[in-house]
């Protein structure tokens, strides 16, 4: 092979004596060589041979083909560049020349490699195998063997060397045939062109008219416009039917999550969900929502008014203070009080309107409340202008004397007395004229408006149903201070809590209305002052003498001008002005004012800038001399240069070319917003639009940005911004338009702009800056680096990141600038120093931080998956006001998309009052739609926090309650899970959607796991429940039917992170596998919603509570807010009594009590002796439980009574027969006693049951012996070992209770049921046991599974001195009870007709 150059393009020749002799040699073999080398002569008759001179003309034939192949190419394709070197490079494929790959891809053969691309991803949407879902075997072998087809020719084209190579044999070949009169050889393959046009055909043949939008008005309740809320709408629609054919009815459920604060009409649309057609597309429903008429309040866009007129009474004129309250929409009410603006009015009108506009409570946030009050002023008024003029002057002296001797008699009358003052002075004119204006001005009925804005966040109560309350005050409008105070509550907005909105208000309202209006500093200050005991004018406040220094001018002026008293402002400042001997243009300042460096100011220049608001009082001419005189003592101070643009500007446009290089040097010194706004709409107006003119100054504007003068940068890239010419105002016109021919260039300027604001440290500016130059020009990585810098440097970690992500992504990770910016956030992140997670800390924290403990129940979920339809319609279900009050736990894989785990974690955050969440791997997986928004699972794990801060949901750890945390823990799967195997597989490749910036298998959870350090480090007191995705350790079960399976489930440094902060409950998600076990003193729960095929047939999906108020539990809870069946227990009281040489009479009286007992409806009482009901106690310690005896402790007979509930147990010893009847006969003839109280834990029968006997044994356990201990786990699974012996089932039931009845301990479950002391001997807990005969009671001591119960048990008896650690007694049992109270019966609503 020898390289030539032909007409400056890179060529490969054919030296085709070389090729004759290879083809010799492998035809020939050895005898190929037996003439051995040809000699000079022989050469060159070989040469000058007719076949040598044809093969010699397909070489230059094949050269110029090839030649100009590669002129075409790189004439269409400036980025294609011919190497010498790509005939040496390995090839990408090994391709077969006969086959034409640009017709397998359907392109020509001078496409770029732009279009090839374009080509094989058209072409992988329709012939892909995951795109062939739905079609026959067949069929799918078809595309299966067409996309091998489409691959390769992809993997041959794209590659530039193998595509040269390919393309310079297929030109020999051509040539080759041609030549020799033969057809070029080229196998049959596909062609897309011919398939596509096919498709196309078919599908015109297929097409249907579009469809048709339905529109459906739908009206609801304005309170869902406000507080946002799910609606539910079923409708019957026509789909076809796939089987029989023809169309059938269907009901769908559409369901929709109004936004709270959305304007009207709200729509939402469902395409092609409507009815079916056989000749159009199905159709679209488009819901149209607007709000039903309201009683109290009119909706007018974002605004609520109350629709009447609240009448406050009479007699305001002489009342200093008001007081009311207004309604709102269900859910809200206001309170107001503040200062009468009408009191000692002196108009003849009888009434006077105030309107209060309420910022914050209109339908959003941007919208008011407006109330409007009639206030009466009837009743004595004050003179007016009516009255005489000397009537009037008599009564003002009066009134001065009364005041003047008040003063003196307390000693508050200045020093220097009182000065007289002459009363002469002209009357008001009494023309008639006037007269009658001034009668009509007196009898107008007087109106005020004020306008009242929050003050601070909302304050949250712990009430049930939950609420806030929000402050106001109108502090602008100090003339007539007023207050108010808004109770909201969004779950008493529903119809259905109508009832409790009332009770709510009816005990808050008063407290509220009593002790706000007085406690607050700001309302207490409107309130009459106490009189001081000191004079009102102390000798620090006299008038300084002439020669004390001067009176300081400026600040008075400068608060003339805050208060915008221009007039006064500009009076003062001259008062400075002439003082300092400036009064006179073109005076110069004193020496000592002269400043010494480019950042010192004197005063001089500041009194004379800020004298320039004459331009206030539109005296220009004025402003422009003081603006002048102030530059020239102060030149490179910004501010005289801005009120000289200013001024120049609006005298007219002989001046305005000044103004607007005052306004460039005033952003050159200081390129604040304001300057440069001024600067950019002063050269717009003078100057017409022109890119030459913007390329050219920009060009100036990167010359002194290399100079290091980046003010003058700034202003001259804004010149340059200004001329460019204008985009389209609104979202019309910019349609209408062409698409910005200059988008480069302004995302060029506003680029460099944005620079040079980062090394002035002015990032506001540089951020917006940046976000212009990357709406400009999306594709451009310098713009979108500028804009991460600058969000860096304004501490906005998580948006930086998006932007340098977004920039490698265009730059295809080569952008070395944005690799840097990309690793200095990942490095920030971890240590949540940005701003928006200081503030969700700071926000959402302190919130629970008193919250009494009781109040508040936490449930734990995972992988809900709400992208599908059955769990969508399972989490709509759950009951809205049930769990109010109450906080949720999501451990991950919520959805796939973004948008569809904003939508689950509305659902949820509108069900509980709090709702904690942490992602998972489906969170991670970048989407299909995604790939255009999120460059990376990184950008898209801060975009979905972002989205839980808008909508509430906790990402960061929080108390919950008093003592009780919660703290979420990020995580990811690391292949040391695996024991057997910790090494990652190269060949395996899990969450392939996901794209990280760092390495999957051995960073991401190194990442994850550092996110938590800082979390860490805070002091937890009390209970924490943690919770991550992943699983903490191993052996918790997960689906171990992969090989691989245990490379990508957990990460054991998440079990360590949550043991080093004391967690005592873990949960987590993942496995989609049910679980609730202790392990080394941590409780390991996982509750997955899972998919509808995880659950068994015909079993209801719920929740599982893990904290019930009181204590860590794990309880499976109804969606519906009702306990499961089973969870609710009956009570058992058992009483046993030393009762030697009971009498018949007293044995009769307490049998008839309780009988008596039992007739109390849900409750069950039996008296018998100790035994069963065949053995008396001695014969059943002798022939079944020879321990019975010593641990009975002589007791003789014993009570035991089974009440529904605490209410029913109640009723019993409040009752008759118990107090005057039982109670008196044990106190004279029982001589110890012990009563025990319990949740009734088994069923109780003795129908058809040879000797039914319960066993009850209170015992003493160690006081280190906690539920969430591993010992008591011990306990409880060996209790459970006995029910689950085999054979035992109607037999045997035992069970391990605590003693007290829910969140009541013994102690205060005595004193709850009326009784005078606690006989419980000290006992902590009793373990039941109940037989069907004393025999069955005999084998069950015998056996090994009680010996290991009894082992396990008296390991942890109490040792402390008291009550015996352990007792046992035995009762016939003539009792039938299920362990579970039966359900109260639901109160039915009364529907109005």
Request: hydrophobic share 35%; aromatic share 8%.
């Given at each position: 092979?020898?390289l ?18 290879q083809n ?11 003439r051995?080398p040809?000699?000079a002569?022989?050469?060159?008759r070989f040469?000058?041979?007719p076949?040598?001179q044809?093969m010699?003309?397909?070489d ?8 100009e192949?590669?002129?075409k190419r790189?004439e269409?394709?400036r980025?294609?560049?011919p190497k010498d070197?790509d ?6 494929h090994?391709y077969?020349?006969s ?8 392109i020509?053969e001078y496409?770029?490699?732009d ?5 094989y991803r058209?072409?992988?949407?329709t ?7 739905g ?5 799918k072998?078809?595309?299966a063997t067409i996309f091998?087809e489409?691959?390769n020719a992809y ?6 060397p193998?595509?040269r190579?390919?393309?310079f044999?297929r030109?020999?070949?051509?040539v080759?045939?041609n030549?020799?009169g033969k057809?070029p050889?080229?196998k049959?393959?596909f062609n897309?062109t ?8 078919k ?7 579009p469809?048709e ?10 309170e ?20 029989y054919?023809?169309?059938v009815?269907d009901?769908r ?5 109004v936004p ?12 092609r969900?409507?009815?079916?057609h056989e000749?159009?597309?199905?159709d ?18 974002s605004d609520?008014?109350?629709r009447?007129?609240i ?10 203070y008001i007081?009311?309250e207004?309604?709102?929409?269900n ?7 503040g200062?009468n603006?009408f009191?000692h009015h002196e108009?003849?009108?009888e009434?006077?309107?105030l309107t ?12 008011s409340?407006?109330?409007?009050f009639?206030?009466g002023?009837?009743g004595?008024?004050a003179?007016?202008?009516?009255v005489?003029?000397?009537a009037?002057?008599?009564a003002?002296v ?5 005041q ?5 008699r ?8 009182f000065t007289e003052r002459s009363?002469?002075r ?16 007196a009898k107008?009925r007087?109106?005020?408006?004020l306008?009242?804005s929050?003050?601070?966040?909302g304050v949250?109560l712990?009430?049930?149903?939950y609420c806030s309350?929000?402050?106001?005050a109108?502090l602008?409008q100090?003339s007539?201070?007023?207050f108010?105070i ?14 409790d909105?009332e009770?709510?208000?009816?005990r808050?309202?008063?407290l509220l209305?009593?002790t706000y209006?007085?406690?607050s500093p700001d309302?207490?200050?409107i309130?009459p002052?106490?009189?001081?005991r000191?004079?009102a ?10 020669d004390?220094p ?7 002026g400068?608060?003339a001008f805050a208060?915008?008293y ?14 300092m001997?400036?009064?006179e243009?073109?005076?110069e300042a004193?020496?000592?004012e ?22 206030k009082?539109?005296?220009f001419a004025?402003?422009?001399?003081d ?8 030149p490179r ?9 200013l ?14 290089e005052a306004y460039?040097?005033a952003?050159?010194l200081?390129?604040s917003?304001?300057n440069v706004t001024a600067?950019c709409?002063s050269v ?13 100054t920009?060009?100036?504007g990167?010359?002194?940005?290399r100079?290091?003068q980046?003010?003058l940068?700034?202003a001259?890239y804004t010149v ?7 985009l389209a ?11 910005d021919?200059?988008?480069?260039l ?14 002035l440290?002015?990032f506001d ?13 999306p ?8 804009l ?9 970690h ?5 932007e ?6 265009i730059?295809q990770d080569?952008h070395?600038?944005?690799r840097?910016?990309?690793n ?6 971890v240590?949540w ?13 302190h919130i629970?931080?008193?919250?009494p403990r009781?109040?508040?129940r936490i ?5 809900i998956?709400?992208?599908?339809r059955?769990n969508?319609d399972?989490?709509h279900a759950i009951?809205d006001s049930?769990?109010q009050?109450?906080?949720?736990i999501?451990a991950?894989n ?20 709090r709702?904690?969440?942490?992602v998972?791997?489906h ?5 299909h739609?995604e790939h255009?928004r ?13 989205e ?6 906790d990402?960061?750890?929080?108390p919950?309650?008093e003592?009780l945390?919660v703290l979420?823990l990020?995580s ?5 899970f695996?024991?057997n195997d910790?090494?990652?597989?190269p060949?395996?490749?899990?969450d ?6 760092m390495?999957?298998?051995m ?5 994850m ?5 800082a979390f ?10 943690s919770?991550?995705h992943?699983l903490?350790?191993r ?6 039917t992969?090989?691989k399976?245990?490379k ?16 005592k409950m873990?949960?987590y998600?993942?496995?989609r596998?049910?679980?609730?076990q ?6 390991y729960v996982?509750?997955p919603?899972?998919f509808?095929?995880?659950w ?6 719920r929740?599982?509570?893990i904290?019930?108020g009181?204590?860590?539990c794990?309880?499976?809870?109804g ?5 499961p069946?089973?969870y609710?227990?009956r009570?058992?009281?058992?009483a046993?009594?030393q009762?030697?040489g009971l009498?018949e009479?007293?044995l009769?009286?307490i049998?008839?009590a309780v009988?008596?007992m039992?007739?109390?409806?849900g409750?069950q009482?039996?008296?018998d002796?100790?035994?069963s009901?065949k ?5 059943f310690?002798?022939?079944v439980?020879p321990?019975?005896?010593s641990?009975?402790?002589?007791a003789?007979?014993?009570l035991?009574?089974v009440?529904?509930g605490v209410?029913a147990?109640?009723?019993?010893f409040?009752s008759?027969a118990?107090?005057?009847?039982f109670a008196?006969?044990?106190?004279t003839a ?5 009563e025990?109280?319990?949740?009734l834990?088994?069923?109780?029968k003795?129908?058809k049951?040879p000797?039914?006997?319960l066993?009850?044994f209170p015992?003493?356990?160690?006081p280190a012996?906690t539920e969430?201990?591993?010992?008591y786990g011990?306990l409880?699974?060996a209790?459970e ?7 035992i089932e109607g037999?045997i039931a035992v069970a ?28 902590t807990?009793c373990?039941?046991?109940w037989?069907?005969?004393?025999d069955?009671f005999?084998?069950l ?5 009680y010996?290991?119960w009894r082992?396990?048990y008296q390991?942890?008896l109490?040792?402390l001195r008291?009550?015996?650690?352990q007792m046992a ?8 009870a299920s362990?579970?109270?039966p359900?109260a ?9």
């Amino acid at each position: 092979v020898r390289l030539t150059l032909v007409g400056a393009m890179s060529v490969t020749t054919y030296d085709s004596s070389f090729s004759f002799r290879q083809n010799q040699v492998a035809r020939l073999g050895d005898k190929a060589g037996g003439r051995g080398p040809m000699n000079a002569e022989e050469r060159k008759r070989f040469e000058a041979s007719p076949f040598m001179q044809k093969m010699k003309e397909i070489d230059e034939m094949s050269w110029q083909k090839f030649s100009e192949r590669d002129k075409k190419r790189k004439e269409k394709d400036r980025n294609f560049q011919p190497k010498d070197s790509d005939f040496e490079a390995p090839k990408a494929h090994k391709y077969d020349k006969s086959i034409n790959y640009y017709k397998v891809l359907g392109i020509e053969e001078y496409a770029t490699n732009d279009e090839v691309k374009k080509a094989y991803r058209k072409l992988s949407l329709t012939y892909h195998p995951d795109k062939t879902t739905g079609k026959s075997q067949d069929e799918k072998d078809e595309y299966a063997t067409i996309f091998m087809e489409i691959k390769n020719a992809y993997k041959t084209l794209s590659d530039d060397p193998t595509r040269r190579q390919y393309d310079f044999e297929r030109d020999r070949d051509i040539v080759s045939s041609n030549a020799h009169g033969k057809k070029p050889n080229e196998k049959s393959s596909f062609n897309a062109t011919e398939a596509m046009k096919k498709i196309l055909e078919k599908a015109k043949e297929n097409q249907k008219l579009p469809a048709e939008v339905v529109r459906v008005p739908v009206q609801i309740r304005l309170e869902k416009f406000v507080f946002g809320g799910h609606k539910a709408i079923k409708r019957m629609r026509q789909v076809l039917d796939k089987f029989y054919g023809g169309f059938v009815e269907d009901e769908r459920t559409f369901r929709m999550d109004v936004p709270a604060g959305a304007e009207q009409p709200w729509s939402q649309e469902f395409r092609r969900q409507g009815d079916h057609h056989e000749t159009r597309d199905p159709d679209t429903v488009k819901f149209l929502f607007t709000a039903k008429p309201h009683p109290l309040v009119d909706r007018a866009g974002s605004d609520l008014y109350v629709r009447q007129t609240i009448n406050l009474g009479e007699g305001f004129r002489r009342k200093p203070y008001i007081s009311s309250e207004a309604p709102s929409v269900n859910g809200r009410h206001l309170l107001f009080w503040g200062r009468n603006p009408f009191v000692h009015h002196e108009g003849h009108s009888e009434e006077a309107q105030l309107t209060l506009r309420v910022n914050g409570e209109g339908v959003d946030k941007k919208g008011s409340l407006r109330v409007t009050f009639r206030l009466g002023l009837a009743g004595p008024r004050a003179a007016t202008n009516g009255v005489s003029y000397a009537a009037t002057g008599t009564a003002a002296v009066s009134v001065r004397n009364a005041q003047r001797e008040f003063l003196k008699r307390f000693n508050l009358e200045p020093p220097w007395g009182f000065t007289e003052r002459s009363e002469d002075r002209s009357a008001p004119s009494s023309a008639p004229a006037m007269s009658r204006r001034q009668d009509r001005m007196a009898k107008q009925r007087p109106m005020r408006e004020l306008e009242l804005s929050p003050l601070g966040e909302g304050v949250g109560l712990a009430t049930k149903p939950y609420c806030s309350i929000q402050f106001y005050a109108n502090l602008k409008q100090r003339s007539d201070p007023m207050f108010a105070i808004c109770l909201s509550s969004p779950p008493c907005a529903k119809q259905r809590a109508a009832g409790d909105w009332e009770r709510l208000k009816s005990r808050l309202l008063p407290l509220l209305q009593k002790t706000y209006f007085h406690m607050s500093p700001d309302a207490r200050g409107i309130l009459p002052k106490p009189l001081t005991r000191t004079s009102a004018w102390p000798e620090r406040t006299f008038l300084k003498s002439k020669d004390d220094p001067c009176m300081p001018w400026k600040r008075l002026g400068d608060e003339a001008f805050a208060r915008g008293y221009f007039w006064e402002a500009i009076w003062l400042y001259s008062q400075r002005i002439a003082e300092m001997g400036l009064d006179e243009e073109g005076s110069e300042a004193p020496a000592q004012e002269i400043p010494t460096g480019p950042d010192q100011v004197p005063e001089s220049a500041k009194v004379l800038s800020n004298t320039a608001c004459f331009a206030k009082v539109l005296d220009f001419a004025s402003s422009l001399s003081d603006a002048r005189r102030a530059i020239a003592i102060a030149p490179r101070w910004a501010r005289p240069w801005s009120r000289l643009g200013l001024a120049a500007w609006r005298l007219g446009n002989e001046s305005k070319s000044e103004a607007v290089e005052a306004y460039k040097k005033a952003v050159e010194l200081d390129p604040s917003r304001a300057n440069v706004t001024a600067l950019c709409s002063s050269v717009l107006q003078t100057e017409g639009p022109s890119a030459d003119a913007a390329h050219t100054t920009k060009e100036e504007g990167n010359e002194a940005m290399r100079s290091g003068q980046l003010g003058l940068a700034v202003a001259i890239y804004t010149v340059a911004i200004a001329r460019l010419p204008p985009l389209a105002d609104d979202a019309a016109q910019a349609l209408a338009t062409k698409p910005d021919e200059h988008a480069l260039l302004r995302g060029v300027l506003f680029s460099n702009r944005a620079a040079a604001f980062i090394r002035l440290h002015s990032f506001d500016a540089a951020v917006d800056d940046g976000r212009e130059a990357v709406s400009a020009q999306p594709g451009l990585a310098s713009a979108r680096c500028q804009l991460g810098t600058a969000l860096l440097g304004n501490n906005m970690h998580q948006e930086a990141y998006a932007e340098f992500a977004k920039a490698m992504q265009i730059e295809q990770d080569e952008h070395l600038k944005a690799r840097k910016g990309r690793n200095a956030c990942l490095q920030e992140m971890v240590r949540w120093r940005s701003a928006s997670a200081a503030a969700r800390l700071q926000a959402r924290f302190h919130i629970d931080l008193r919250r009494p403990r009781g109040t508040t129940r936490i449930f734990a979920l995972s992988d809900i998956h709400f992208d599908h339809r059955e769990n969508e319609d399972w989490v709509h279900a759950i009951d809205d006001s049930a769990f109010q009050d109450d906080v949720l736990i999501v451990a991950g894989n919520v959805a796939d998309s973004k948008v569809a785990v904003g939508r689950g974690l509305t659902t949820l955050k509108q069900k509980f009052r709090r709702v904690f969440y942490t992602v998972g791997n489906h969170e991670m997986s970048i989407t299909h739609a995604e790939h255009a928004r999120y460059p990376d699972s990184i950008a898209k794990l801060h975009a979905i926090f972002s989205e839980c801060d808008e909508l509430g949901v906790d990402i960061f750890p929080a108390p919950v309650a008093e003592g009780l945390s919660v703290l979420p823990l990020f995580s990811w799967y690391s292949a040391e899970f695996d024991e057997n195997d910790p090494f990652p597989d190269p060949n395996v490749q899990f969450d392939k959607h996901c794209k990280w910036p760092m390495d999957a298998d051995m960073q991401v959870w190194k990442y994850m796991a550092k996110m938590n350090e800082a979390f860490l480090a805070k002091p937890y007191y009390g209970t924490v429940i943690s919770f991550s995705h992943f699983l903490p350790r191993r052996g918790l079960p997960f689906d171990k039917t992969s090989k691989k399976a245990a490379k990508h489930v957990g990460c054991e440094i998440i079990d360590e992170q949550a043991r080093a902060i004391g967690s005592k409950m873990h949960i987590y998600g993942h496995s989609r596998s049910k679980y609730a076990q202790a392990h080394d003193g941590v409780r390991y729960v996982n509750m997955p919603l899972g998919f509808e095929t995880d659950w068994p047939k015909d079993t209801q999906r719920r929740l599982m509570m893990i904290f019930d108020g009181k204590k860590l539990c794990t309880e499976d809870w109804g969606a519906d807010g009702e306990p499961p069946l089973g969870y609710v227990k009956r009570v058992l009281h058992a009483a046993f009594f030393q009762m030697v040489g009971l009498k018949e009479g007293d044995l009769r009286k307490i049998r008839a009590a309780v009988h008596r007992m039992s007739t109390i409806p849900g409750v069950q009482a039996v008296f018998d002796p100790l035994g069963s009901r065949k053995k008396e106690k001695a014969v059943f310690a002798k022939d079944v439980w020879p321990e019975l005896e010593s641990l009975s402790y002589e007791a003789t007979h014993g009570l035991i009574v089974v009440a529904d509930g605490v209410a029913a147990l109640k009723a019993v010893f409040a009752s008759n027969a118990y107090k005057t009847e039982f109670a008196p006969v044990i106190a004279t003839a029982s001589s110890k006693t012990v009563e025990v109280d319990m949740p009734l834990g088994l069923d109780l029968k003795h129908e058809k049951k040879p000797d039914p006997t319960l066993l009850v044994f209170p015992m003493r356990l160690s006081p280190a012996l906690t539920e969430d201990s591993d010992d008591y786990g011990k306990l409880h699974r060996a209790a459970e070992a006995i029910n689950k012996l085999p054979g035992i089932e109607g037999k045997i039931a035992v069970a391990l209770v605590p003693l007290g009845f829910g969140k009541l301990a013994q102690r205060d479950l005595t004193q709850e049921l009326g009784l005078s002391e606690d006989k419980s001997a000290g006992c902590t807990h009793c373990f039941v046991v109940w037989v069907d005969a004393a025999d069955s009671f005999k084998m069950l001591a015998q056996s090994k599974t009680y010996g290991k119960w009894r082992t396990a048990y008296q390991s942890n008896l109490s040792k402390l001195r008291g009550g015996p650690p352990q007792m046992a007694f035995a009762l016939p049992m003539e009792i039938t009870a299920s362990a579970a109270a039966p359900k109260a019966e639901k109160k039915k609503k009364l529907v109005r007709r």
